[in-house]
């Protein structure tokens, strides 16, 4: 089993920075893909940036491209999402999740992960 705790949300205005964090313990061995998702109040939840363990790649939402980065600590099993510029519109509950079991869909989607945190609240004001 994996365990996910995400961290780092809070409130700040438009254009400030916030970084996430997600610690993975448990059986990590055999993680896929990682990724930050989030949801808003009344919205589906969506995939915000992914990062895959064997090859490096990462994937991003058009609308957090340039803005957000996803990173990886492999020797502490932490997940990063640094978050610049921030807007309103990404004021939503924001969801690490990983995927240890192949699936045949694309690790954007929300449904393709098998491992889920709690989320953490992320809060924009204009």
């Known amino acids: 089993q994996v365990q996910l705790v995400e961290s780092g949300g809070g409130s700040v205005q438009a254009g400030g920075s916030l970084q996430l964090s997600c610690v993975a313990s448990?059986?990590?061995?055999?993680?896929?893909?990682l990724g930050w998702f989030r949801q808003a109040p009344g919205k589906e939840r969506e995939a915000v940036a992914t990062?895959?363990?064997?090859?490096?790649?990462?994937y991003y939402a058009d609308s957090v491209k340039g803005r957000f980065t996803i990173s990886l600590d492999n020797a502490e099993n932490i997940l990063y999402l640094q978050m610049n510029s921030l807007k309103p519109a990404d004021t939503a509950m924001y969801y690490c999740?990983?995927?240890?079991?192949?699936?045949?869909?694309?690790?954007?989607?929300?449904?393709?992960?098998?491992?889920w945190g709690k989320g953490t609240q992320v809060t924009i004001s204009s």
């Open positions: 448990g059986y990590t061995d055999n993680t896929i893909c």
């Open positions: 999740a990983t995927r240890t079991v192949g699936s045949g869909l694309s690790c954007m989607i929300p449904r393709g992960m098998n491992n």
């Open positions: 990062i895959y363990t064997r090859a490096g790649s990462r």
